[in-house]
């Protein structure tokens, strides 16, 4: 799945700590469903690995690293092309 998002502090009243973009609703079912899971994917074209967790209210976000955001030219408050796909668990 591709999409844009806008990335974003998890407590933004903070001014700092831990980034995330929110998965946009449509691409849920395509994902998992809202749970915890290992995602691999890019961010503008460059290739990471991180998680996705539920944010409450029927959301689900990536975390978004300071290595992934440099690799991919990006900040907090800018948007930024991803693809994402989930990493399948050890069988």
């Known amino acids: 799945m591709r999409f844009t998002a806008t990335i974003r502090y998890w407590r933004p009243e903070q001014?700092?700590?831990?980034?995330v973009i929110?998965?946009?609703?449509d691409h849920l079912a395509e994902l998992g469903g809202l749970r915890?899971?290992?995602v691999r994917g890019?961010?503008?074209g460059a290739e990471f690995q991180?998680?996705?967790?539920?944010?409450?209210?029927?959301r689900l976000t990536l975390s978004v690293t300071k290595a992934m955001m440099k690799s991919g030219g990006a900040e907090v408050g800018t948007a930024a092309e991803f693809g994402v796909e989930r990493?399948?668990?050890p069988e």
Do not use: H, K
């Open 22 to 25: 929110d998965i946009p609703p």
């Open 50 to 58: 991180s998680s996705v967790m539920p944010a409450g209210a029927g």
């Open 42 to 44: 890019t961010i503008n």
């Open 36 to 38: 915890q899971m290992r």
């Open 15 to 19: 001014g700092g700590g831990l980034a």
């Open 87 to 89: 990493i399948a668990p």
